[in-house]
Structures are given as C-alpha cells and as structure tokens.
C-alpha cells in the first residue's frame, strides 16, 4: 500500500491522533488497509477512531498517548505501548528497531506542551541511516526526519521541534536509554 501517494490529511485540527492510528493500523493490518482507498471513509474513520479512544479526554485536547496505543492496538492486531521521550540521553534504539522491522512508530510532538502527532514509518539504511521517513498527517505527506533532531528537540518540518513520547509495539523490548 502507498499512502503517501493517496495523500491522507487530518480531517481538522484535533484527528492527528486518529490519522496517525489509521495509517499504523493500515500497514501493519493488510486487511484493514484495504479500507484506506478513499477520502471520506478516512474522514469516517478518523472520527470513529477518536469517539473510541477518547472517552473521557475531551476530543478539542486531540488524543492521548494511550489512546493512540489503544487505536493501533485494537485495529491492527499487534500489541502497541506508549512512552515517554527520555530527552538526549535518548538513544531511541527501540523505536529504530521497530521501525526496521517494518512496524510504525507514532511520536507525540510539541513546543511547550505536546500538540501534534506524526508517524515514523521507515528508514533507507543504506543511503541515509540517519534519516527516518515521516508522515506527517497535517500535510498528508512523507518528509525525513534526521534522528539528531529527534534526540536534540530541534524537529524543523513536523510542525513542533520537541518530541515528548513515543508509541510503539510491545514487543520492542530494547527500551535502552
């Protein structure tokens, strides 16, 4: 599935959550993903996928870490977890490794205070180790995001510089500082 190329936008200014869930759960869940052909089911779905998770958070606050741990969780069939970004002394070697074997890592970023979702979905380790592939939901687009910038808070093209927490599977156990 190439949904880079379909161009998928948040619906509005607080289903950056739900987005990133979507597209997670879509490639991690070829059956699921078979759904993500069209614009309005994803607008649907977005919707469906933050009545869900959002119980008790209010929807205008976006979607929590557990929530979107949840929403991946539930629709794609593999165990997601969440934590939070341990600033730079950060080595982030599970979320590298869970992005190398293919599976999507959600990263909760912000300036002040944590406002944005975006999705990390691979790596071109020959050509630009240092550079992870990023769908960035408001924009519907993939961009590169430089794993310096990650561990030093200085994000330039995801909308917020800092990262304060990571959503990934469970059993990227390599949780090393």
Do not use: K
């Not at 990263?107 to 592939?133: E, K």
Request: hydrophobic share 40%; with cysteine.
């Amino acid at each position: 599935m190439d949904f880079a190329a379909l161009r998928l936008t948040q619906r509005d200014g607080v289903t950056c959550g739900p987005s990133v869930a979507v597209v997670a759960s879509a490639i991690l869940n070829p059956a699921y993903g078979e759904s993500l052909s069209g614009r309005a089911w994803f607008d649907a779905e977005q919707g469906r996928v933050h009545d869900a998770v959002n119980r008790i958070w209010p929807q205008r606050y976006g979607t929590t870490p557990m929530g979107v741990a949840r929403a991946i969780s539930e629709r794609s069939g593999v165990r997601y977890r969440w934590r939070l970004w341990w600033g730079g002394r950060d080595r982030l070697t599970d979320v590298l490794a869970a992005v190398d074997a293919g599976r999507p890592v959600a990263m909760l970023v912000g300036r002040i205070v944590p406002r944005h979702w975006v999705l990390l979905v691979g790596r071109d380790r020959v050509r630009a180790p240092g550079v992870l592939a990023c769908y960035e939901p408001s924009s519907g687009r993939v961009r590169g995001v430089e794993l310096e910038a990650i561990r030093t808070a200085t994000l330039t093209n995801v909308g917020f510089p800092r990262p304060y927490a990571f959503v990934l599977p469970s059993g990227s156990s390599a949780v090393t500082r």
